[in-house]
């Protein structure tokens, strides 16, 4: 056991070529799932797709379950934001064939999955130096995506009919991103209290958000490293000295031609 224990923790913690190519494979199942959910969210639910979540309700619980066993803190690990949105969709997938009454209210619990993308882009940080290079604006395009994804699905289940399917899943996101953009063409409007309180949050949430990501594409790349004497996070790229206080740097850099 206690070897199962280290090879478990050595996958997810460790720096082996082997290690790496399990957490980009954990990547790649994280992103197939995320997809499978958007690509679902509207379609009628059959016995086919019903196996097919649970059968990944069980594989997102043996990834939890292995994360929570190699964990050094587990109460800390339970408190964690994507490991709660994990539970809470693994719930909603392995309950989904009892609960068919409620499954449009389930699709929008599905979208907390893309709150584990915040966890993915943490090893993608330590992986990667493109992403460290560019990660405000990757964080600001996925805080938009996250947004959209599961905003649309809130108003597909609180304004169109389940039965309407694809059309009305679209006439969703349509709503959504016109909303979002404060274009406002009218087309397709809100008419409860309810409705108008999300269109408003929508155009609040929408406008600061496109503001976050356009500033993070447009202002002078940095990386995130902090400095061992004061703190500073942010350097410029090519960077050997901390402008603040002047302690060396070891940033980690592809080199040059």
Known sequence: MKELHRTIRLLYK????????????LIAFD???????????????????MAVNIGL??????DLA??????????????????I????????????????ESLGFLRVLRGLRLIHAYHLLRDLRR?????RRHEDAILAAVNLFVFLFVTTSLVFVLAFEEESGLEGYIDALYFTVATLTTTGFGDITMTTPHGKLLAVLIMVVGVALFVQ???????????????????????EPDAIHCK??????KIETEGSD
């Open 57 to 62: 309700g069980l594989l997102i619980l043996l």
């Open 31 to 49: 992103a197939v799932t995320i997809l499978y959910f958007i690509g679902t969210a509207a379609l009628p639910a059959t016995d086919y797709m």
């Open 213 to 235: 990501l356009a500033r993070a594409i447009f202002q002078p790349s940095k990386i995130k490293y902090k400095c061992p004497e004061c703190g500073l996070n942010r350097h």
């Open 127 to 131: 992986e990667s130096l493109f992403f």
């Open 14 to 25: 460790g720096q082996s070529q082997r290690a790496r190519r399990f957490r980009y494979g």
């Open 85 to 100: 949105a994990d539970l809470i969709v693994i719930t909603s997938l392995v309950l989904g064939p009892l609960l068919a």
């Open 244 to 249: 603040h206080c002047g302690e060396p740097l």
């Open 66 to 83: 292995a994360r929570f066993w190699i964990s050094e803190n587990r109460r800390r690990e339970l408190t964690r934001i994507y490991n």
